[in-house]
């Protein structure tokens, strides 16, 4: 029996909402160039997706929050849901202050707040992470 191993790589993501609003990102890379995102990228040795996701959080867009106030919204491991290979990401939610500013830092072109229930298409399966979020019960938004 032949054994088959694939490469896979771990990601985590932010839904982070002001006021109603998610942070989105403008990826600047492919793929999906130009499309806007949540906010996310690698977990790098030795570090939880959780403190992954703030650290993305920070170097993409600014904002800094505590990776003990992000709450899990779930892991997502659609097989073909990167079109560069096998991506698992944990997703995190997590809820800043109405003055909480944001700027394009690593990897992002554009920020932007965009009302939660008019993202439009998102890059990858973010769409769907978005969705996951609103519908949580103790989301206050």
Same mark, same amino acid.
């Given at each position: 029996?032949?054994?088959?191993?694939?490469?896979?790589?771990?990601?985590?993501?932010?839904?982070?909402?002001?006021?109603?609003?998610?942070?989105?990102?403008?990826?600047?890379?492919?793929?999906?160039?130009?499309?806007?995102?949540?906010?996310? @990228?690698?977990?790098?040795? @030795?570090?939880?997706?959780?403190?992954?996701? %703030?650290?993305?959080?920070?170097?993409?867009?600014?904002?800094?929050?505590?990776?003990?106030?992000?709450?899990?919204?779930?892991?997502?491991?659609?097989?073909?849901?990167?079109?560069?290979?096998?991506?698992?990401?944990?997703?995190?939610?997590?809820?800043?202050?109405?003055?909480?500013?944001?700027?394009?830092?690593?990897? %992002?072109?554009?920020?932007?707040?965009?009302?939660?229930?008019?993202? @439009?298409?998102?890059?990858?399966?973010?769409?769907?992470?978005?969705?996951?979020?609103?519908?949580?019960?103790?989301?206050?938004?």
């Amino acid at each position: 029996m032949t054994e088959i191993f694939e490469t896979i790589r771990y990601t985590a993501d932010v839904v982070c909402i002001r006021d109603g609003a998610v942070l989105l990102i403008e990826r600047g890379w492919p793929p999906h160039k130009g499309q806007f995102a949540l906010p996310g @990228g690698h977990v790098d040795p @030795g570090e939880t997706s959780r403190t992954a996701a %703030a650290r993305e959080l920070l170097e993409e867009t600014g904002v800094h929050v505590d990776p003990a106030d992000m709450d899990l919204i779930g892991v997502y491991d659609t097989p073909d849901r990167d079109p560069r290979g096998r991506y698992v990401t944990a997703a995190y939610l997590v809820i800043v202050p109405t003055d909480t500013t944001a700027q394009a830092g690593d990897d %992002a072109a554009a920020v932007r707040w965009t009302p939660l229930d008019d993202t @439009g298409r998102l890059a990858f399966d973010h769409g769907e992470i978005v969705a996951a979020a609103r519908h949580r019960q103790h989301a206050p938004f």
